[in-house]
């Protein structure tokens, strides 16, 4: 497919949804004496069919939603005092690019017995990332990003797994009808198991004003702690087993997931009892001044086949012709004949981090949000960002006060840092999975990003973006980069 037929599908998708949402919502306007819905008002099918007794919200026995979403993302040149040196290729290009990605999806679920859900959600994508996803370290601008995406649509199966929810009695709280989530009554003691395909950050390290980026920030360093090397394939996702406690305000969670076999890459290693990514989380869900706000303590262990940067650069001081040019295994291309590389270091090994999140609600309609991690920074990165150590904050406003209350303004700012041995690898030439241009002055890679989504219908929205990067891949001989993006998002 060449690229004007996969921008000619996008517009074709955005049309059908379009008029979908118009026609599923004709026969409520068209009733004698009710008004089209305004901007604030909810519409969806499964209301609709709440309404008229045709589905049961409250206790489903099936549920389906979609969305929609298309954003891009405009860099502005900047300067660099070298890019791509000595045949290091992990630099993001100085010159002007458009970035985009479009997503459709497709959430689907099923009661299958008491307590027994299952999950199916197909996604489509089309993509177009800066400098073929090179040169950012945890700051990359569009989220849905994908490591081996492209520009012709790809359909592909997200996730397909099955849920048990085991009441241990407490009291009783409803579960509201959403996406992966049936409408149900459930105990505030219960135990929650999950198996099967899924990504990890569908249960952990959830914030309720840095997560949805379909509807929130743009940048992927909202959406997890970018210092998180969770185990997963280049788009996110992953097969394995995930269990939550409940305890009236407490949740504690473990799960267990499948590396990739290869570092940011589609094929999966399934050998899960000897390779793997644990993760451990304690949640306390509280109310400060009246206002409800969680703390989320999280922490990961990968046992993989990964390389230290230490070694790398070992390997090459032992015996020059270990260089990234005359690598015979896994690595990323790059031809810098003086460089280290990965690929003469990796053996079985650990990679640890921890990390705690905040969110508080200041008012009914603003609150605020706080992430930070700390991982070893020894190993290189294997499924997530090439950063060591992390930190995020911003608020999240509602529109209520200018009287536009599905209206959302958000601004937030990122610090990443990589250790001394990542710095190290990485000035003397070395490419990880992101980042690597040839050479370092080593500098916090710093993200500051404001944006307003502005609530079109109900379910449909448009934003506008501004992303500031200082320092990009962590380099301060590079840079800043200015981005500016617009996103159209629809919900049903």
């Not at 008491?114 to 999950?119: F, L």
């Not at 945890?138 to 997200?158: C, D, F, M, N």
């Not at 996702?237 to 499948?258: I, K, N, P, Q, T």
């Not at 390389?307 to 031809?335: E, H, L, M, W």
Request: charged share 20%; proline share 3%.
């Amino acid at each position: 497919m060449t690229l004007r037929s996969a921008h000619n599908l996008a517009r074709l998708l955005g049309c059908l949804l379009t008029v979908g949402l118009c026609l599923s919502a004709l026969p409520a306007w068209a009733q004698v004496g009710m008004a089209a819905p305004r901007p604030d008002e909810q519409f969806d099918v499964m209301n609709v069919l709440d309404e008229h007794g045709l589905h049961d919200m409250d206790n489903e026995r099936w549920n389906a939603y979609g969305q929609f979403t298309y954003a891009s993302v405009w860099k502005a040149p900047f300067a660099a005092a070298y890019t791509n040196a000595n045949g290091s290729n992990n630099s993001l290009v100085p010159e002007a690019e458009r970035s985009f990605a479009g997503t459709f999806t497709a959430f689907l679920g099923v009661r299958l017995w008491q307590g027994g859900e299952a999950y199916f959600v197909p996604e489509v994508i089309a993509e177009r990332a800066l400098s073929q996803l090179r040169g950012l370290g945890g700051a990359v601008q569009i989220w849905e990003l994908q490591k081996t995406g492209k520009e012709t649509p790809q359909i592909y199966r997200s996730r397909a797994y099955l849920k048990q929810t085991i009441n241990l009695g407490g009291e009783r709280e409803q579960k509201t009808s959403d996406p992966m989530q049936l409408g149900a009554e459930v105990d505030r003691h219960r135990l929650v198991l999950v198996v099967g395909n899924f990504s990890v950050l569908d249960f952990m390290d959830k914030n309720t004003f840095a997560g949805d980026l379909r509807r929130q920030f743009f940048n992927m360093a909202f959406m997890t702690h970018t210092a998180y090397d969770f185990a997963s394939d280049a788009r996110g996702y992953s097969w394995g087993g995930l269990a939550e406690f409940y305890w009236d305000d407490w949740v504690l969670r473990f799960a267990r997931m499948a590396p990739p076999d290869h570092p940011n890459q589609l094929e999966l290693d399934l050998r899960i009892g000897t390779y793997y990514g644990d993760q451990f989380e304690l949640e306390h869900r509280h109310k400060l001044w009246g206002q409800d706000g969680a703390v989320r303590l999280l922490g990961y262990h990968n046992h993989l086949i990964t390389g230290r940067f230490d070694d790398a650069v070992a390997a090459i001081q032992a015996d020059p012709g270990k260089s990234a040019a005359n690598c015979t295994g896994f690595n990323y291309g790059s031809t810098n004949a003086g460089a280290p590389d990965l690929c003469w270091a990796r053996k079985p090994d650990d990679k640890y981090g921890i990390g705690l999140n905040l969110e508080q609600h200041l008012t009914d309609d603003i609150g605020v949000f706080l992430r930070g991690m700390v991982s070893d920074g020894q190993t290189e990165v294997y499924a997530y960002t090439s950063t060591d150590r992390s930190l995020s904050f911003g608020v999240l406003a509602g529109g209520t006060l200018w009287h536009r209350k599905n209206d959302t303004l958000g601004i937030g700012a990122n610090f990443g840092w990589i250790s001394a041995a990542h710095a190290n690898y990485l000035h003397l030439g070395g490419v990880d999975g992101f980042i690597g241009d040839g050479g370092l002055r080593q500098a916090s890679e710093e993200l500051f990003e404001v944006f307003y989504s502005f609530a079109v219908l109900s379910d449909v929205w448009l934003s506008a973006d501004y992303q500031f990067i200082a320092n990009p891949a962590f380099n301060a001989d590079r840079g800043p980069v200015n981005l500016f993006g617009l996103r159209a998002h629809a919900e049903f």
